[in-house]
């Protein structure tokens, strides 16, 4: 595994556990979503993205579709518009 993806990923852990109010954030409309389990998805998000792009950084995007996809729902997008991403919740806006 490469450096670059190892310091990106324990720079994403470290921030959720300096900052515990933004994990609350970020998981309170997730209650059923286990942080490990998270952390694992994204691992293997920045794997894809590093040998894709060349950068390991997960996009807001990413990271909402691997939150949905872990609680089990799935995300309803609208390709016509980049801006929101519909979801069976409403509207998420991904500016």
Same mark, same amino acid.
């Given at each position: %595994? +490469?450096? $670059?993806?190892?310091?990106?990923?324990?720079?994403?852990? !470290? @921030?959720?556990?300096?900052?515990?109010?933004?994990?609350?954030?970020?998981? /309170?409309? @997730?209650? #059923?979503?286990d942080?490990?389990? @998270? %952390?694992d998805? =994204?691992?293997?998000?920045? $794997?894809? #993205?590093?040998?894709?792009? /060349?950068?390991p *950084?997960?996009t !807001?995007t990413? =990271?909402?579709?691997?939150? @949905?996809?872990? #609680? /089990?729902?799935?995300? *309803? +997008?609208?390709? +016509?518009?980049? =801006?929101f =991403?519909?979801?069976?919740f /409403?509207?998420?806006?991904? #500016?």
């Amino acid at each position: %595994m +490469s450096t $670059e993806l190892e310091i990106y990923l324990k720079n994403i852990r !470290k @921030f959720f556990d300096d900052y515990p109010q933004h994990k609350t954030e970020l998981f /309170g409309e @997730f209650p #059923n979503v286990d942080f490990e389990d @998270f %952390m694992d998805i =994204m691992r293997l998000k920045a $794997e894809m #993205n590093l040998e894709e792009k /060349g950068d390991p *950084v997960i996009t !807001k995007t990413q =990271m909402i579709e691997i939150l @949905f996809n872990l #609680n /089990g729902e799935e995300i *309803v +997008s609208d390709l +016509s518009d980049k =801006m929101f =991403m519909h979801t069976i919740f /409403g509207s998420i806006c991904l #500016n």
